[in-house]
């Protein structure tokens, strides 16, 4: 069973920023949390993980709690591209540690 | 950066016959890999894992004489749907995470969109 929880649906107005929360407060001290998001009919996508601090790329942020218990991911200018099925979970991290997908935040733009 | 492709994308077949689909790893090895299901409207489920050179592992509930897996080298892995019924029709989707450039990012394929008829 996946050990985060994430709100079914989200709306976000074209050009804010869209904050999307994940609770994972089964997390273990070795377990990563990691976001990827998948676009209709294509293969999930890499977004960004972290693992106690918070980090940013090019696409996103991802600001962990303290406690580790539950994380947010920010897309700072959201544009319709940006209209997806986002997955949080958590996992090791080692090569071939498996990923076991929850059902995910369907984050719908609004133009 | 690492890139996993599938083929076919799409594949239309009747029911009873066997369809296989192939998951590569173009820029890098992979001496494992990873199948997941995903039904409409639905998450990913994971089937099993594919392990070069060793049998694959499958997840609970997954019928491994249907849906069989081959890891024969380090750059391709084939799911091959057995005597294929209508309830088989999905998204097949692949995951491999890369070799030495591993810096926690998995990679997926573009989906396997199998329908039986």
């Known amino acids: 069973d996946a050990k985060t929880t994430q709100p079914t649906s989200m709306d976000c107005a074209e050009g804010r920023a869209a904050n999307l929360p994940c609770n994972h407060s089964t997390i273990s001290g070795n377990e990563y949390v990691y976001w990827y998001r998948q676009i209709h009919s294509q293969g999930p996508q890499y977004i960004i993980h972290?693992?106690?601090n918070n980090e940013t790329n090019e696409m996103a942020s991802l600001i962990i709690t303290e406690d580790r218990k539950s994380s947010t991911l920010i897309l700072p200018h959201a544009t319709l591209r940006d209209t997806a099925v986002y997955y949080c979970f958590v996992r090791v991290g080692n090569r071939d540690d498996k990923i076991i997908f929850g059902k995910g935040t369907r984050l719908h733009i609004l133009p | 950066g690492a890139v996993v492709s599938q083929h076919p994308s799409w594949v239309i077949c009747k029911s009873g016959t066997s369809v296989k689909i192939e998951c590569r790893s173009l820029?890098?090895?992979?001496?494992?890999m990873f199948w997941y299901r995903q039904f409409p409207k639905q998450s990913l489920m994971l089937m099993a894992t594919?392990?070069?050179?060793?049998?694959?592992?499958?997840e609970q509930g997954v019928e491994k004489d249907k849906f069989l897996i081959n890891h024969a080298s380090l750059t391709l892995s084939t799911l091959t749907v057995t005597s294929a019924h209508p309830e088989d029709s999905s998204f097949y989707i692949c995951?491999?995470?890369?070799?030495?450039?591993?810096?926690?990012?998995?990679?997926f394929g573009e989906g396997s969109r199998l329908t039986v008829l």
């Open positions: 972290g693992l106690k």
């Open positions: 594919s392990n070069e050179g060793s049998k694959a592992t499958y």
């Open positions: 995951s491999a995470p890369p070799g030495t450039s591993y810096t926690g990012e998995l990679f």
């Open positions: 820029d890098f090895q992979a001496t494992t």
